[in-house]
Structure formats: structure tokens, C-alpha cells
């Protein structure tokens, strides 16, 4: 037993109320009739001692209720997920009053109990520090000496903490004054204290000083209160004196004015792996030697569903090392590297830990008995080379999912782990839990943000044979990466290519989805092989639909809106065909790197209903020509307009000498160290032509002999071409073809094969209606002819031209076959 003597007593100066953390309120017997009141309970609550004595605790306690002993409600409320001392006092004036309340038990010399209603005083903590397990921490399980005496100054009650507190038992203080069990003048003036107390029926605290055995030669500081209790018609009942350590008071008060200032600090990043990184360090050397957050493997990029805890949990969830923090140079303690995956050793504290959601304390680490530990040798051996001497771990959970766990480790501090550090260590975790939370739902809208805008936008840019193609997107989102621009180069018919670049207004996930309807209308359209003023036409209507669909919350219309620029080129003839809905003009730069900005009417946004028609302008490309089609973000900032910006870009592309992927680099880096204001764009073309030999054109005459004609011109120029294999079935494409345009015809017919990366055929007929296949019966004679082609053709179909249409099919080279254009075919990565 710890024993003190007089001698090693020293009384003190004397201090706040604030400094004991307690102050009595009401003395109750075990069936919760209050028998003691004091003058700081009529101060809190309104009620005189005459009101309240006598009576039952739910006076003053309406959730005591309806329990029979007051034993039954500490029970109840402990089984309310852990009462952390959370409790709700009526106040004379009828209103509420929200209190932090700790019910104590005292022994009495009769075998009898007694319970000590007492309240905490937070003054010094900040409303935000006062929460959950800090409750907990400095009411409920926060060690507090109380001893109650009567008049004459004799023991009459006592809890079990005191004896800690001053080394003497239970049955050598009750029914004995102190100065019978601590004789000297030191007892004697502590008892002049109580006198005073209670004959002015206030309260005192006073700092005394004693020596204990457990630690030799120390000087240990308590702050004690006196408070009179008064019973029945406010007599003095007795004097209750509340011993606080004043150590352990203080060392509580730092370390949770740290964690209230630096866990706000915790929400400053995003990233889950700096957040785990900073929780690491910030409980080093604060309350652990060494920390270790370990989080289940898909918490760093927001995947899965949540992962469950429990006994009923047959699988534990694979962790990976997110944060590791060590008093020693290079974290010597840890077996895993920040990223590598953590084993989880059955049948260890960490499973318990995992299985039950709750905290675990090993304040003695007993290696010898702790058989799990023969499983793990390098885990063992690594707690017995850095003295690992006392352990805690806890659970990081969210939303009664399960994050990872929080490992404390002491090594040099000798000190082992007590319960106020478990409590520290929950309020850490528990205010980091939500930092997390909010980084993994960050992680998680991310990754579905990228993955978003990886289905939205091009994976490879395939220019074939007509051009070679670069790009750049750098969205102004830059947090979630997705944005409103699109671009795309759609492979047409006869070796041309669909040029577009849009940008839908707005920025992040909105814009993003509306941009992926709208560049999936573009596909839709460009497949029809309209013009591209017909194509803007279509796509306006498109925005205006998708305008009156997409209603806003408050029921407006929402606000859909779009600029966009479409070109067809051909590199058979090297000519560009654009039409543009409110975007920025194109960049021509010639091969000498002469730059232009074409003349193309600005036609209006897209879904404005303005009913303007859109124009078309078309011009010739010399080979190796460079096309520019960006957004308004490349060229116009807040403080550079965009003239200014068409000027910048000028300079850069006039480099002809310069590969595409340079252009592109220097291009979309003309404002170094700014952020985009808006989604930046750019898509670079380098025209390519066809060789005269790759194309083969003939005027067919416009009566029955047309298709046999066709036949045989078509036959020479494959054995010309060396694709003798494809003779046969382009016959049939072309009798089926030509047959249809001399039906149908009105005028001259015309025939062209183009050898490219694919074989294409196409019938030229001034007819202007497209031609549609259907379903032929048994006994037809007709209707089967584009069916065949369709079964011999890779893909078909037909597009207006000026004066008339082109039904044109397309096949496969046979593998070997060389590819022959005026540059060699390059496809480019977006």
C-alpha cells in the first residue's frame, strides 16, 4: 500500500474551482433521494436545499426516470454505447440545461452506499474540445479522490480512488478524523480548511504536495476542493473534499488543447494518404513513441463498398501502411514501408480489435505469454529489439464502416499506457475519422470523375490516312480533371475525316455529362455524313431538347449552352469543308508556317433557338498543312483577351519544322504558373493527301451496260493494285450499287475506288434519295441486292453531295497489303 506521512504534506497556494474539474452538486443515497445539497448545485439549478432534499433525483435529473436505485441508472446510462457523461438538468425556471456529470459511489462505514453527483467545469476547454470521448475522458473515467466527513470532521464515506491518492485504506479512515490517522500540524490546518467550509458553507481549493512510495523522491501535485453539503433545512451535513491529480488534470488539458488546435489541421488535404501521414505525426511524441495508421486497401482510392466489423465478419479486410510516425530515425519499429501491405496476425489483439469495432489496451505488453507472437518472428522480433513495452490500438471507423486502425507504441517512454491515453488516443481518431471520411469521399467522386471523363473523351485520336493528329485537354477543375470540352477526329467514308471541337458551358461533372451527350450526337450525326453546316443544324436542336429536358431544381429551365466547330476533310481532293456555332476561329499555318485565321461565319451558340442557319465555308489545305481547332480557354484569360491570345498561338504554330506533340506542348503552356480560368482544348491536324495512284475515277455510262463496265474497270485496277483476292466480291458491291443508280437514275453516274487503309467503292447517281434496305419475302424478286452488301462490306452506306448522293461501301485490304499515301500513317495518343 502507498503510505505518506505528515511530514511529506505540503498545502499550497489556493487555486480555481476550474483546476479540480469537479464540483459537487448532490449527495444521493442508492435509492436516488437527494440527501446533501450545496450551494454550487442552488447556483446551477435554481433549487434551494429546501426543494430538493428529501426528494427524488429526477427533480433536477429527469433521464433518472423510473430507475429503482441509483446503482440501476449509472448501469443505464453506461449501457447507452458508453455514456461519456453527456446529461441533460432541469432548471427551476423550467428550461433544459446541457451539463457534463459524473456519478461517483462512496463507501460508507455501515456497508452502505452513498453516490456523488458532481459536475465538471469547462471554462478553460473550448466548446469544440468538449465532445464525445473528451466527456469521457475528464467525467468518466478521469481517476478523482472523494471523501465525505461530517461536522466533527470524521470520515463517513470514501471511493476507492482516495486511497491512491494519499496511500491510506479504507477501513483506517472511516469513522476517524485526519488528524487521528495523519497526527501534526499539517492535518491540522487542512482541517481548519474544512471548518471554514463549513461554517460559510462555500467552497475552497487549495494545491497540496505529497511523497509516494511509487515514486521516490517526487514531489506529486493534487488540487483539492472542500464543499459543504447541507442536509435537511440547510444545516451543514458535512464537507466533501474532491483530490484531482494535478499531473495527470494538466497533461489531459495540453494534450487536448494540441489535438483540438492540430486535428482542425487534419481536414487541410484531400489526399488520404497525407491525411493518414499527418495523424501519424501528430501523435508523436504527443501521446505515443510510435504510431502506425493502417487503412483496409481500397480506402486510398475511394473503391468499394464500406468495409463491416464484427463478430459476424468471417474475412478480415486486407490493410495496407498509410502513416508511420516514430520518435527514432527511420521508423526501426515498422515492418511495412508507407503503401505495402500490412498482415493482420490471427488471434492478436489488432483481430480483436477488428472483429469487435472497440479499442484495445495493452498497458503491459506480456511477450512471454502472448502466443500469437510465436506466428509472428519478424513482428516479434521487432518489438523485442525497440523495447516495445505497452500497446494500444483503435479502430478508425465512419458511418459504422470500418477505415483502419491507429496503433500507439511506447518504447522509451517508461510510462506504460493508461486510460486516459486511450481516451486521447479515441479523440484523436475520432476527429481525424471524419478527415478521412471527407478525403475518401473526395478519392472516391475523383476516381469516378476520371473514370468519367476517360469513357467521354477519345483514348487514341486515329487520323488514318487523311491526317496526323495531336491534342491537349487540361481541364479548369483541375481537382476533379473533368470539364465541358471535347474534341474528336470521327473516321468518314472515302478516306475523309470529321474534325470537331466543342465546349458546353460550365466546368466539373454537369458539364462533363452534358459534353458526353452532345459528343455522342456528334458521332450520330457524322455517321450520316452530313455537311457540316447541316450537322451544327441537328446538333443545335439537340441542345435545345436536351435544354427543356434538364429542368433545375427550382424548376427553371436549366441552363444548356454550347460552342462547337465541325470540318470534314478529304484528303483525296485536299479540301476542308467548316462551319462553326459561336466558337473561335481555326488556325491555318501553310507549310512555309504562314498562319491564317479563315473567314468563317461565326454562326450562333448552340442552344440559343435563335434560328440563325449555320454557313459553311470551304477551302484547300496544301499537303502538310497544319489545322488549329481549340476552345475560347486557350486564347482568353481574365487579363489577356482574345485577340491577344489568337496572336500568342500564331507565333507558336508558325514553326512547321516542330512535331505536332511539341506544338501542342508549347501551345497549351503560354501562361507558365496560372491555372486555367477555363477548360483548355487543343487538337492539331497535319493534312496528308492521297496519291494520284491510290484513287481511280470513270464516268459510267447510263444504261444497262453500266454494271458489266463497271465490273471490268474495277477488275483491272485491283490487278493493278495487287488485290486480285477482293475481284470477286467487289463485283458483286458493284453490280448492286451501279444497278440501284441506273433504276434510279436522273443524270450521269460515276464510279471511284480509293485504296487507302480500307478498299472503298463509291457510285455517284444524281439521284437524291438515300437508299434503304428492307426486308425481302419469299416469293420477291427484288430487295436482297443491299442486303448482299451489306453481308460483303465491312460497312456501308451513302452520303448528299452537291447534285445527288454517294452510295459508297467499304472492305477490308487482305492482310499484307501495303498501305501507300504521300505520308506514312501515324495514329497519335490524346
Known amino acids: 500500500m502507498t503510505m505518506t506521512s505528515l511530514d511529506t504534506v505540503t498545502l499550497g497556494k489556493q487555486m480555481s474551482v476550474s483546476e479540480t474539474f ?6 444521493l443515497d442508492d435509492q436516488g433521494t437527494v440527501v446533501g445539497w450545496t450551494q454550487a448545485a442552488e447556483q446551477l439549478v435554481g433549487y434551494g436545499v429546501g426543494d430538493v432534499v428529501g426528494r427524488s433525483a429526477a427533480l433536477v435529473l429527469p433521464s433518472f426516470g423510473a430507475a429503482p436505485t441509483t446503482s440501476a441508472f449509472v448501469e443505464q446510462c453506461r449501457a447507452e454505447n458508453g455514456w461519456s457523461g453527456a446529461m441533460t438538468m432541469r432548471h427551476r425556471d423550467g428550461r433544459m440545461l446541457d451539463v457534463n456529470l459524473r456519478i461517483s459511489m462512496l463507501e460508507r462505514s455501515d456497508g452502505t452506499s452513498w453516490w456523488l453527483a458532481s459536475v465538471a467545469d469547462f471554462d478553460d476547454l473550448s466548446a469544440d474540445a468538449i465532445n464525445g470521448s473528451v466527456r469521457g475522458l475528464l467525467l468518466g473515467r478521469a481517476p478523482v479522490g472523494i471523501v465525505v466527513r461530517d461536522p466533527q470532521l470524521r470520515c463517513t464515506a470514501v471511493n476507492d480512488v482516495m486511497a491512491s491518492h494519499d496511500g491510506l485504506t479504507h477501513d483506517g479512515r472511516l469513522g476517524r478524523r485526519l488528524t487521528d490517522v495523519l497526527p501534526g500540524a499539517k492535518a491540522e490546518v487542512l482541517e481548519a480548511v474544512m471548518r471554514q467550509v463549513l461554517q460559510s458553507g462555500t467552497t475552497k481549493v487549495h494545491e497540496y504536495r505529497t511523497w509516494l512510495l511509487t515514486g521516490p523522491h517526487r514531489e506529486h ?61 501528430l501523435a508523436v511524441p504527443l501521446l505515443a513513441d510510435y504510431v502506425a495508421v493502417d487503412l483496409e486497401q481500397s480506402v486510398p482510392f475511394g473503391e468499394g463498398p464500406p468495409v463491416p466489423h464484427g463478430p459476424k465478419v468471417k474475412h478480415l479486410p486486407v490493410f495496407r501502411r498509410a502513416g508511420v510516425a516514430s520518435i527514432h530515425p527511420g521508423v526501426p519499429e515498422s515492418t511495412a514501408a508507407r503503401g505495402e501491405p500490412v498482415p493482420v496476425p490471427h488471434a492478436s489483439p489488432f483481430t480483436e480489435v477488428l472483429r469487435t469495432g472497440r479499442s484495445r489496451l495493452e498497458s503491459v505488453l506480456d511477450t512471454a505469454s502472448s502466443t500469437w507472437l510465436d506466428q509472428e518472428p519478424v513482428l516479434a522480433r521487432r518489438i523485442h529489439e525497440n523495447g516495445v513495452h505497452s500497446i494500444m490500438a483503435v479502430p478508425i471507423r465512419s458511418q459504422r464502416a470500418l477505415l483502419g486502425v491507429m496503433v500507439f507504441v511506447r518504447t522509451e517512454n517508461p510510462t506504460p499506457f493508461q486510460e486516459v491515453d486511450l481516451l486521447l488516443a479515441e479523440e484523436l481518431v475520432s476527429r481525424a475519422a471524419q478527415s478521412l471520411e471527407n478525403a475518401r469521399q473526395y478519392a472516391r467522386e475523383h476516381c469516378a470523375a476520371l473514370a468519367l471523363q476517360r469513357h467521354l473523351l477519345p483514348h487514341k485520336l486515329r487520323g488514318g490516312t487523311a491526317v496526323e493528329v495531336a491534342s491537349r485537354y487540361l481541364p479548369a ?74 429542368d433545375a431544381p427550382d424548376g427553371a429551365p436549366a441552363v444548356v449552352g454550347a460552342t462547337c466547330l465541325y470540318a470534314v476533310y478529304d484528303p483525296a481532293s485536299r479540301r476542308c469543308t467548316m462551319a462553326r456555332a459561336g466558337h473561335p476561329l481555326p488556325a491555318i499555318v501553310d507549310p512555309r508556317g504562314h498562319v491564317t485565321f479563315p473567314d468563317l461565319p461565326a454562326g450562333p451558340p448552340l442552344g440559343i433557338g435563335l434560328g440563325d442557319p449555320f454557313e459553311a465555308v470551304e477551302v484547300e489545305l496544301p499537303e502538310g498543312s497544319l489545322l488549329a481547332l481549340y476552345t475560347d480557354g486557350l486564347v482568353e484569360t481574365r487579363d489577356r483577351d482574345i485577340e491577344e491570345g489568337m496572336h500568342r498561338l500564331g507565333a507558336v504554330l508558325a514553326q512547321p519544322d516542330r512535331s505536332l506533340e511539341e506544338l501542342c506542348t508549347e501551345a497549351t503552356q503560354c501562361f507558365p504558373g496560372q491555372a486555367p480560368c477555363d477548360d483548355v482544348t487543343l487538337l492539331l491536324v497535319r493534312t496528308r493527301s492521297l496519291e494520284p495512284t491510290q484513287v481511280a475515277s470513270w464516268a459510267l455510262p447510263s444504261d444497262q451496260t453500266a454494271a458489266r463496265t463497271a465490273r471490268t474497270l474495277a477488275a483491272d ?39 487507302h487503309q480500307v478498299l472503298t467503292c463509291e457510285v455517284f447517281d444524281t439521284d437524291v434519295c438515300s437508299p434503304r434496305p428492307r426486308r425481302a419475302h419469299t416469293m420477291d424478286e427484288n430487295g436482297r441486292g443491299l442486303f448482299l452488301v451489306a453481308q460483303l462490306a465491312r460497312r456501308w452506306g451513302s452520303r448528299p453531295v452537291p447534285c445527288g448522293k454517294v452510295v459508297w461501301a467499304e472492305q477490308d485490304l487482305p492482310a499484307g497489303a501495303c498501305v501507300r499515301s504521300s505520308v506514312p500513317p501515324v495514329d497519335t495518343p490524346s
Open 477 to 550: 477543375d483541375m481537382d476533379h480533371g473533368v470539364g465541358g470540352d471535347w474534341f474528336d477526329v470521327i473516321p468518314l467514308s472515302g478516306a475523309r475525316v470529321g474534325l470537331v471541337v466543342g465546349d458546353v458551358v460550365g466546368h466539373g461533372l454537369h458539364a462533363a455529362a452534358t459534353m458526353g451527350r452532345l459528343r455522342t450526337a456528334v458521332h450520330t450525326l457524322a455517321d450520316m455524313d452530313l455537311p457540316p453546316d447541316e450537322l451544327l443544324a441537328h446538333l443545335d436542336d439537340t441542345v435545345q431538347r436536351l435544354a427543356g429536358e434538364d
Open 717 to 755: 485496277q485491283l490487278k493493278e493494285w495487287g488485290l486480285e483476292g477482293l475481284e470477286e466480291s467487289t463485283k458483286l458491291i458493284l453490280s448492286e450499287l451501279v444497278t440501284n443508280a441506273v433504276r434510279h437514275r436522273t443524270g450521269p453516274i460515276g464510279l471511284r475506288l480509293i485504296r
Open 221 to 281: 501535485p493534487f488540487a483539492v476542493s472542500f464543499q459543504c453539503i447541507q442536509g435537511a433545512e440547510g444545516k451543514p451535513l458535512g464537507v466533501c473534499v474532491i483530490s484531482t491529480d494535478v499531473v495527470e488534470s494538466r497533461r489531459a488539458r495540453e494534450c487536448l488543447a494540441v489535438l483540438s488546435g492540430a486535428c482542425t489541421r487534419l481536414g487541410n488535404t484531400l489526399d488520404v494518404m497525407q491525411t493518414s501521414q499527418a495523424m501519424a505525426e
Open 22 to 27: 469537479d464540483t459537487a452538486v448532490a449527495m
